[in-house]
């Protein structure tokens, strides 16, 4: 495949990294090389398979836009825009192209989810719970996307919105917990990143699994599938 990266900071730098492993052929741009979208209309993405987008909340929107308007298909790991999904997707389905998003596109977290979507259900049985998330000092948002995807989860299957305690040091790549209290034990639960490489592994295959479709999809939906 074509691939264009969009992004240079660690992650969008191991993505690439992890493309040219995979065989595919991968330009890369950092911000500046793609200032007011200019790298992303129809014609600089003729012969381009997919875009592939590690940037910052704005910058993502923006690019997604420019993505859907060029009828090319999009994988998004950035966070911090969920409020435009709802927009973004009518977009998608108009333009009739190819748009996958994921909070996390670690296939270890894709699981955790699945896990706080079983252990939510204790919300009703006397316990109480937080979310506790962890992020190298750099990290744009707070609290992070995979923090806000467990919370709704939670909240999905135990009827209540737990509180998310953010820290932001040093070079954390990332760690979540989550922990549910009741009077006779406590459970905890937590997913520790040790590196960056299976966000990177994740994204690559989900632009390999978006190949040739239409639609508007979400990382934790469809993981099982690559």
């Known amino acids: ?31 500046a090389d793609n200032a007011g979208c200019r790298a992303l209309t129809a014609d600089a993405l003729t012969g381009t398979d997919a875009v592939i987008d590690f940037t910052t909340p704005a910058a993502a929107l923006a690019n997604a836009e420019a993505c859907i308007r060029a009828k090319t298909n999009l994988v998004v790991g950035t966070t911090g825009w969920y409020d435009q999904i709802p927009r973004l997707r009518e977009m998608v389905l108009s333009a009739q192209t190819g748009f996958l998003y994921g909070s996390n596109f670690s296939i270890g977290v894709s699981l955790f989810f699945e ?23 750099q990290k744009k948002d707070a609290p992070s996307g995979t923090a806000i995807t467990i919370q709704k989860i939670v909240r999905d299957a135990g009827g209540q919105e737990l509180e998310i305690v953010s820290f932001r040091e040093g070079d954390a790549v990332g760690l979540h917990e989550l922990v549910f209290n009741s009077v006779s034990d406590r459970i905890y639960l937590c ?36």
């Open 115 to 137: 896990i706080a979507a079983a252990a939510g259900c204790a919300l009703k049985f006397d316990y109480s719970g937080q979310i506790f998330e962890r992020h190298h000092a």
């Open 1 to 31: 495949m074509n691939l264009l990266i969009l992004g240079r900071g660690k992650t969008g730098s191991m993505v690439a990294e992890v493309a040219r492993a995979r065989r595919h052929h991968v330009r890369s741009l950092s911000s």
């Open 191 to 226: 997913h520790d990143a040790k590196s960056r490489q299976g966000f990177a592994e994740g994204a690559v295959r989900a632009a390999e699994w978006l190949a040739g479709k239409t639609g508007f999809y979400e990382f934790r939906n469809v993981w099982r599938e690559l």
